[in-house]
């Protein structure tokens, strides 16, 4: 499929897309008014890690500081936590709170969702508290473990210091000193003293470092009570169903388009039917019924018609000219009379003495068209009951001629069948070059598989977008069954576009116009609006019996 194609589908299938998107957007729309408004409310922290160095100089461990924010991120989202948090608020369940952590910045945002704003406030300031305190507890532990260890070594070593200095003052004040005694002492007071000197710098760095171990943890700013709600996001609910609901028109577009059995396009038709197109007539600007305004893109059509059906007398020795022609539709409406009536014009116009046949008794328009009775006509004919001088009437156009339908019986299906239409058949063939019979839409009617085997060719009249692929398939094979090969297709009330164009000529009044009468049709004139009364049953001068 080209993307032509694809264009064409969407545009066949807007109205699907656009109902599909409108009743997602409105389920959309009625849901999130229906969810209930939830606030969410954010407290930010600051975490500061410093874990080597001295007072004077302070080195950071970016990886540490990120898993330690890791941890208390964690941390305020456990169970335990959570637990304290809904036991300090009185709550029977803790609220849904959430850490993030922003992204290369020292920060935490502590959000907290409850359907009472006030409540969402107070719980994510109150989190905030608890993680605080649950770091300086964690570090009062830490510290603990880290200094008394060595605070009771350096205390048990001041002790035997303190001791073994007193021992060597005792033995020097003796009244009879011991100099090997005191030189021992001496040894030994040395040692101790190194020894306490060592633990006290030992323990002053361990005690520095856990003094720059200590989380620096702070509220940058406590939480607001939130004035618009958080939830329902209704703009992203709005928008995915907006998604979802282009996504399921276009889907639904397309599967529509795969089940639909009716032709829109002119390459469909002719690959499901094998038949060429002779003629496309434009929709009509202006609504109209029956015979075309003069040099309107309408007209100009069934002129091209015309000359494909019926070519001229120098073009006739190579294409051969088929002398009865059958104009039946495929669906009801699609416009098988107008078309009838104005080929019959444009072949007389073209020198061709031509008879239009209506032999559609349920619904005849012929006689409408050219302003004929239709009290008589062709089943009074076929019945017997009147003769052809009385069934035929002239027209205002030269060597153009009609047969309205006349009243329709019961029994006019046998009638086309009968004899008697062979015979008027033959008979008209010896008197007119085109014969055109107006049949009922074919498979409405059986009239039309009657009339299909008296003729020499059958035309098809359609419109695109209303014929079904079963439906001409139907057709065909019953004139297959007849032996009647169809002359091709006819377009009717085909969009206009850039293919048809308006070229009317400019028409100059002269004085000679005003004196014509009963010569055919003005120029410039609405054959419509010319008086073509049932009374005036003598044609123009030419025109042929």
Same mark, same amino acid.
């Given at each position: 499929?080209?993307?032509?194609?694809?264009?064409?589908?969407?545009?066949?299938?807007?109205?699907?897309?656009?109902?599909?998107?409108?009743?997602?957007?409105?389920?959309?729309?009625?849901?999130?008014?229906?969810?209930?408004?939830?606030?969410?409310?954010?407290?930010?922290?600051?975490?500061?890690?410093?874990?080597?160095?001295?007072?004077?100089?302070?080195?950071?461990?970016?990886?540490?500081?990120?898993?330690?924010?890791?941890?208390?991120?964690?941390?305020?989202?456990?169970?335990?936590?959570?637990?304290?948090?809904?036991?300090?608020?009185?709550?029977?369940?803790?609220?849904?709170?959430?850490?993030?952590?922003?992204?290369?910045?020292?920060?935490?945002?502590?959000?907290?969702?409850?359907?009472?704003?006030?409540?969402?406030?107070?719980?994510?300031?109150?989190?905030?508290?608890?993680?605080?305190?649950?770091?300086?507890?964690?570090?009062?532990?830490?510290?603990?473990?880290?200094?008394?260890?060595?605070?009771?070594?350096?205390?048990?070593?001041?002790?035997?210091?303190?001791?073994?200095?007193?021992?060597?003052?005792?033995?020097?004040?003796?009244?009879? %000193?011991?100099?090997?005694? +005191?030189?021992? @002492?001496?040894? #030994? =007071?040395? &040692?101790?003293? /190194?020894?306490?000197?060592?633990? *006290?710098?030992?323990?002053?760095?361990?005690?520095?470092?856990?003094?720059?171990?200590?989380?620096?943890?702070?509220?940058?700013?406590?939480?607001?009570?939130?004035?618009?709600?958080?939830? %329902?996001?209704?703009?992203? +609910?709005?928008? @995915?169903?907006? #998604? =979802?609901? &282009?996504?399921? /028109?276009?889907?639904?577009?397309? *599967?529509?388009?795969?089940?639909?059995?009716?032709?829109?396009?002119?390459?469909?038709?002719?690959?499901?039917?094998?038949?060429?197109?002779?003629?496309?007539?434009?929709?009509?600007?202006?609504?109209?019924?029956?015979?075309?305004?003069?040099?309107?893109?309408?007209?100009?059509?069934?002129?091209?018609?015309?000359?494909?059906?019926?070519?001229?007398?120098?073009?006739?020795?190579?294409?051969?000219?088929?002398?009865?022609?059958?104009?039946?539709?495929?669906?009801?409406?699609?416009?098988?009379?107008?078309?009838?009536?104005?080929?019959?014009?444009?072949?007389?116009?073209?020198?061709?003495?031509?008879?239009?046949?209506?032999?559609?008794?349920?619904?005849?328009?012929?006689?409408?068209?050219?302003?004929?009775?239709?009290?008589?006509?062709?089943?009074?004919?076929?019945?017997?009951?009147?003769?052809?001088?009385?069934?035929?009437?002239?027209?205002?156009?030269?060597?153009?001629?009609?047969?309205?339908?006349?009243?329709?019986?019961?029994?006019?299906?046998?009638?086309?069948?009968?004899?008697?239409?062979?015979?008027?058949?033959?008979?008209?063939?010896?008197?007119?070059?085109?014969?055109?019979?107006?049949?009922?839409?074919?498979?409405?009617?059986?009239?039309?598989?009657?009339?299909?085997?008296?003729?020499?060719?059958?035309?098809?009249?359609?419109?695109?977008?209303?014929?079904?692929?079963?439906?001409?398939?139907?057709?065909?094979?019953?004139?297959?069954?007849?032996?009647?090969?169809?002359?091709?297709?006819?377009?009717?009330?085909?969009?206009?576009?850039?293919?048809?164009?308006?070229?009317?000529?400019?028409?100059?009044?002269?004085?000679?116009?005003?004196?014509?009468?009963?010569?055919?049709?003005?120029?410039?004139?609405?054959?419509?609006?010319?008086?073509?009364?049932?009374?005036?049953?003598?044609?123009?001068?030419?025109?042929?019996?």
């Amino acid at each position: 499929m080209e993307l032509s194609a694809y264009f064409q589908v969407l545009k066949r299938r807007r109205l699907v897309i656009v109902v599909t998107l409108a009743v997602a957007l409105a389920v959309a729309l009625l849901i999130s008014t229906q969810l209930p408004a939830v606030y969410r409310a954010t407290a930010t922290l600051r975490m500061l890690t410093a874990v080597s160095g001295s007072a004077d100089y302070l080195q950071y461990d970016v990886r540490y500081a990120e898993r330690l924010m890791n941890t208390y991120a964690n941390l305020a989202t456990s169970q335990p936590v959570l637990d304290e948090l809904a036991r300090a608020l009185n709550l029977a369940e803790p609220p849904k709170a959430t850490v993030t952590m922003i992204t290369n910045t020292e920060l935490l945002q502590v959000s907290v969702e409850d359907r009472d704003p006030e409540l969402a406030r107070d719980a994510a300031n109150k989190l905030c508290e608890i993680l605080i305190s649950e770091a300086k507890a964690r570090y009062e532990e830490l510290r603990k473990v880290s200094l008394d260890t060595l605070s009771v070594e350096l205390s048990q070593s001041q002790v035997e210091l303190e001791q073994t200095r007193q021992d060597y003052e005792t033995a020097l004040s003796a009244d009879f %000193p011991d100099a090997e005694q +005191i030189q021992v @002492l001496r040894d #030994l =007071l040395t &040692l101790r003293e /190194g020894r306490y000197t060592t633990l *006290l710098a030992q323990y002053e760095r361990v005690r520095a470092l856990v003094e720059l171990q200590a989380p620096s943890i702070s509220v940058v700013e406590a939480a607001r009570t939130p004035e618009t709600p958080s939830q %329902p996001q209704r703009p992203l +609910i709005l928008g @995915l169903a907006a #998604l =979802l609901g &282009l996504v399921g /028109g276009l889907g639904l577009a397309f *599967l529509l388009e795969a089940l639909d059995t009716r032709l829109y396009s002119r390459s469909q038709l002719v690959s499901v039917t094998g038949l060429p197109i002779l003629g496309e007539v434009p929709a009509s600007r202006r609504r109209q019924s029956g015979l075309f305004y003069e040099h309107s893109i309408e007209q100009e059509a069934v002129h091209r018609l015309s000359v494909n059906l019926f070519p001229p007398e120098a073009m006739r020795e190579r294409r051969p000219v088929r002398q009865v022609l059958m104009v039946t539709s495929v669906t009801p409406g699609d416009g098988k009379s107008t078309l009838t009536a104005n080929l019959g014009l444009a072949a007389a116009r073209l020198g061709n003495r031509t008879v239009l046949i209506d032999a559609d008794a349920r619904k005849p328009a012929l006689h409408q068209f050219f302003g004929v009775p239709n009290a008589d006509g062709l089943s009074d004919l076929l019945a017997g009951e009147i003769g052809l001088e009385q069934a035929i009437f002239e027209t205002k156009q030269a060597r153009l001629h009609v047969i309205p339908s006349g009243p329709w019986t019961s029994d006019f299906f046998a009638l086309l069948g009968s004899a008697a239409m062979v015979e008027l058949r033959d008979t008209l063939m010896q008197a007119y070059d085109v014969i055109l019979i107006d049949s009922p839409t074919f498979l409405a009617a059986a009239d039309g598989a009657v009339l299909a085997s008296l003729v020499e060719g059958v035309l098809l009249v359609l419109r695109l977008g209303r014929v079904r692929r079963e439906t001409i398939a139907a057709i065909l094979d019953q004139l297959a069954h007849l032996s009647v090969q169809p002359v091709g297709l006819v377009l009717n009330c085909v969009p206009n576009n850039s293919v048809h164009f308006d070229y009317r000529p400019v028409i100059r009044a002269r004085a000679s116009d005003t004196r014509r009468s009963g010569t055919g049709l003005a120029r410039g004139v609405n054959p419509q609006s010319a008086a073509w009364s049932a009374s005036e049953r003598v044609g123009e001068e030419g025109a042929d019996p």
